[in-house]
């Protein structure tokens, strides 16, 4: 949906156990347009007893067999070379990256070892072949595209890295990473252009990134961290604005993002992000159209909610795996999952 918004801060409003801190709203409307019928969703995720789940459209959850290493987390691409598939990375239980192709159901081993305690972000290729961003045992970004050798970047990164889908149909993916020395965020291109636009993160935290539009129909990508202090900060590579919300994140939590789908008043996509707030509840903002919104559902320390488009998907302080859609309150699974870890949404 796309076209120029005014930001219009509302009352707080309470709904259905849901607490709206502030939105925003059409110029000329009173209230925020209704939203489209929720589309439908998966989640894949740890589960607590460290094996590879996935949550199918209708909310039940199946556990695939395939054990995780602790505290990592799943990550989904829908790939479309020789069939549209949705493919899951992961790091297992012995170390090395793993990649299940929920088509076929087959399960491979790469035989790539990953650092410990981290976790790959899948996306795919211009030719749309399957793509993963991970760090190495040697503490490097490295990246793999299926078939290939995998290569090292020789980049030092901290924690996991975030990689964009391909830019316009015409530009590789972009890879947001944490730099051990300085905690900057960082961007590497797909043609190899290294550059570290934004301020100090939270070492513990890694950044989330997403591929926005422009009226100008030049792809840019967005990025959302948590920085050294706590507070939301997103980098905009159409705008190159790296922007301060001013909203405070809980320490080791960082933000989870997605497109928006909005062309905002600067003619520049917008991006949606969501987190553990210091009061430990679920947020989601679109920034630049200064639409909030909070509830009261807490969110489990240490880990990230996934945001599709008006869809959210995260770990509960009760350990339970949570989705809510469509301005709706979130709802419950009864699947739990393995502490300190997040959920994918695909």
Not at 216 to 226: H, I, P, T
Request: net charge negative; hydrophobic share 40%; proline share 8%.
């Amino acid at each position: 949906m796309n076209g120029r918004w005014q930001a219009r801060l509302l009352g707080a409003v309470v709904l259905a156990g849901l607490t709206v801190a502030s939105a925003a709203s059409p110029a000329g409307a009173d209230e925020p347009p209704d939203p489209a019928p929720p589309p439908s969703f998966s989640v894949a995720f740890q589960g607590s007893n460290g094996d590879l789940w996935t949550l199918d459209t209708a909310g039940t959850p199946h556990d695939r067999g395939l054990g995780m290493a602790a505290r990592t987390s799943p990550s989904v691409v829908n790939s479309c070379a020789g069939g549209c598939r949705n493919t899951i990375a992961f790091q297992a239980n012995t170390g090395t990256l793993w990649l299940l192709d929920l088509l076929t159901g087959a399960a491979t081993n790469t035989g790539i070892r990953m650092a410990s305690g981290t976790s790959p972000s899948a996306s795919s290729t211009l030719a749309g072949t399957v793509k993963i961003a991970y760090r190495g045992t040697n503490g490097h970004l490295w990246t793999y595209v299926l078939g290939s050798s995998p290569v090292d970047t020789a980049l030092p990164i901290r924690n996991s890295p975030s990689i964009s889908q391909p830019l316009n149909f015409v530009r590789e993916a972009v890879i947001a990473y944490q730099t051990p020395t300085g905690n900057l965020m960082c961007l590497l291109t797909g043609d190899g252009q290294n550059s570290c636009p934004g301020v100090a993160m939270d070492p513990a935290t890694s950044p989330s990134i997403a591929v926005i539009g422009s009226t100008s129909l030049l792809d840019g990508v967005a990025v959302a961290y948590e920085s050294a202090d706590h507070v939301l900060y997103t980098y905009n590579s159409v705008k190159r604005t790296n922007s301060r919300i001013d909203l405070g994140l809980t320490p080791g939590a960082g933000p989870g993002a997605a497109a928006d789908g909005l062309i905002g008043p600067d003619g520049s996509g917008e991006i949606q992000v969501s987190f553990r707030a210091v009061t430990s509840a679920l947020w989601r903002v679109t920034p630049a159209i200064s639409f909030q919104e909070s509830w009261t559902v807490g969110v489990a320390t240490g880990t990230t909610p996934s945001v599709m488009p008006w869809i959210l998907a995260f770990q509960g302080s009760d350990g339970h795996l949570w989705t809510e859609a469509s301005f709706g309150a979130p709802v419950q699974s009864p699947a739990l999952m393995a502490a300190g870890t997040s959920p994918d949404l695909y």
